[in-house]
């Protein structure tokens, strides 16, 4: 079976237990007659994922005509020529950063996700990189904190 039917399955079977989860969300008792209850996007996104897990799964595999995929298909047999290592630091720096959040405070955790991930990536300019992530992380915190009303503590907990 071809590596994107693997992934179908695996988006099939978390859609699964998501839809799952969302649909026995308890409610409390005012939620109850609300027109727009907390799970029913859970449950339009489960649905979507669900649906689109099929699509994948219940499409042909191209005939091989000799045309090369359009996306390049991925070749399990040639893992190692693939960025690895590069989305794994990725992945470890978006947990390093959820992690960081409350400790260190969001506009000093987002800055230096972003410019970490930034470097990651292969961006190098970092006179350029450090006014863009204070920028974008202090616009998102303004934003958030200011007109949402939701309250993200700005810099780190021993300042406060």
Same mark, same amino acid.
């Given at each position: 079976?071809?590596?994107?039917?693997?992934?179908?399955?695996?988006f099939l079977v978390g859609g699964?237990?998501?839809?799952?989860?969302?649909? *026995?969300? $308890? !409610?409390? $008792?005012? /939620?109850? *007659?609300?027109? &727009?209850? #907390? *799970?029913?996007? $859970?449950?339009?996104?489960?649905?979507?994922?669900?649906?689109?897990?099929?699509?994948? +799964?219940?499409?042909?595999? $191209? %005939?091989?005509?000799? /045309?090369?995929?359009?996306?390049?298909?991925?070749?399990?047999?040639?893992?190692?020529d693939y960025k690895i290592g590069?989305?794994?630091? !990725?992945?470890?720096?978006?947990?390093?950063?959820?992690?960081?959040?409350?400790?260190?405070? &969001? +506009?000093?955790?987002?800055?230096?996700?972003?410019?970490?991930?930034?470097w990651i990536l292969g961006e190098?300019?970092?006179?350029?990189?450090? #006014?863009?992530? !204070?920028?974008?992380?202090?616009?998102?915190?303004?934003?958030?904190? /200011?007109? +949402?009303?939701?309250?993200?503590?700005?810099?780190? %907990?021993? +300042?406060?």
């Open positions: 079976m071809r590596l994107d039917k693997w992934i179908a399955v695996l699964m237990i998501y839809g799952y989860a969302a649909w *026995n969300y $308890p !409610l409390l $008792p005012f /939620e109850r *007659n609300m027109s &727009f209850l #907390p *799970n029913t996007f $859970p449950i339009a996104l489960a649905a979507l994922a669900i649906i689109l897990s099929l699509v994948i +799964l219940i499409t042909p595999a $191209p %005939s091989g005509n000799g /045309e090369e995929d359009v996306l390049g298909g991925i070749d399990i047999t040639r893992l190692r590069q989305a794994s630091m !990725l992945i470890g720096g978006m947990i390093l950063y959820a992690l960081a959040l409350r400790p260190v405070g &969001f +506009l000093t955790a987002t800055t230096l996700f972003l410019v970490v991930t930034g190098r300019k970092l006179h350029i990189m450090i #006014p863009v992530a !204070l920028i974008g992380a202090g616009a998102i915190w303004l934003l958030v904190d /200011e007109v +949402l009303g939701i309250f993200l503590r700005p810099f780190p %907990s021993f +300042l406060v």
